[in-house]
């Protein structure tokens, strides 16, 4: 079984940085609404941010590289570290939740990105492959938003939650035959919209990134065993005629971490070029 790699990022962006920024692109104009993009301060745990402790930490030698590279954050020295945790064992999840806690103090952010995508058709679908899918995507998702939610309950932490589904969640993409993972991501936006309703009373706030096709190391190994032409077929389906870089889920997936969309609650948010339009 594969081990998830938490990367966490405290203190993300020095508002400083930010408000620089702002003041050298707009002629000393300073923008009011990019302050309330920062995640300045906050403790964010990403599950699945890496495939085996060797990645944890080509994940975090990247995350520093990238900021030590950009004029605003040169100096900034994000606090990251990866936590191996099988998402799928319940005492693996709360043992590595408890190492962050004791390591960082609190949590802020979680966002679930552990998951599995594979390609048979139903009447041949294994079903312990089925609910090794359901186990992954899933109740691993299930397991940390639990221990998440208790966490910010109990120390009345108005936390974030966001759970990363999929535009299969609520469409069949075609051609490949996906009937385990398209189910397993329409409960994960129902998981999402369910605790967004038990905990949004206690300031908690739970949305849904539904990305469509991005060319993650997961669709890489996708297309390598369906062959590439299937690639072709894809770009056919998406509006806007190709692909996306894993990047642009960025500025997504920040603004829905932070207080920029302190309304958004219970939400899918679809970024998948179109796909979803047809
Ligand atoms: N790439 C896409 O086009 C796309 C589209 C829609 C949704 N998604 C979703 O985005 C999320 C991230 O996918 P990605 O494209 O970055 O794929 P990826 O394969 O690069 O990342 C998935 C991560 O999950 C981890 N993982 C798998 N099983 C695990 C387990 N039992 N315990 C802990 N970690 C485990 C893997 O080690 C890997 O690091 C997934 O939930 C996926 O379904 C991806």
Redesign the pocket.
């Known amino acids: 079984?594969?081990?998830?790699?938490l990367p966490l990022a405290r203190r993300s962006l020095a508002r400083n940085a930010v408000r620089r920024s702002a003041v050298n692109a707009h002629g000393g104009r300073t923008l009011m609404t990019l302050p309330a993009f920062s995640l300045e301060g906050k403790t964010c745990v990403v599950?699945?941010?890496?495939?085996?402790l060797e990645?944890g930490k080509a994940s975090i030698e990247h995350i520093t590289e990238h900021i030590s590279s950009q004029p605003t954050t040169r100096d900034y020295k994000p606090e990251l570290r990866a936590y191996a945790?099988?998402?799928?064992?319940e005492q693996q999840v709360q043992d590595t939740w408890k190492a962050v806690v004791q390591d960082f103090g609190r949590v802020d952010v979680v966002v679930?990105?552990?998951?599995?995508?594979e390609n048979f058709e139903a009447e041949n679908y294994a079903y312990d492959r089925w609910k090794k899918m359901m186990?992954?995507?899933l109740n691993?998702?299930f397991l940390f938003a639990k221990e998440a939610g208790r966490h910010w309950i109990e120390q009345s932490i108005k936390g974030n939650l966001i759970l990363?589904?999929?535009?299969?969640a609520s469409i069949c993409v075609r051609p490949q035959k996906q009937a385990a993972?398209n189910a397993?991501?329409g409960a994960?936006s129902l998981l999402g919209r369910s605790l967004a309703t038990e905990w949004g009373p206690k300031g908690i706030r739970v949305n849904n990134?539904?990305?469509?096709?991005?060319?993650?190391?997961?669709?890489i190994?996708l297309l390598e065993k369906e062959g590439k032409h299937i690639e072709e077929g894809w770009v056919k389906d998406v509006p806007m005629g190709r692909?996306?870089h894993?990047s642009e889920l960025q500025g997504t997936i920040v603004w829905m971490a932070s207080d920029a969309s302190s309304y958004l609650h219970g939400s899918d948010i679809v970024v998948d070029g179109g796909y979803c339009c047809w």
């Open positions: 079984m594969s081990k998830a790699l599950t699945g941010a890496a495939r085996g990645g945790c099988d998402v799928t064992s679930t990105a552990a998951g599995i995508v186990d992954i995507n691993g998702s990363v589904s999929s535009m299969s993972y397993s991501k994960v990134l539904c990305p469509g096709y991005m060319k993650t190391d997961l669709i190994d692909l996306a894993p």
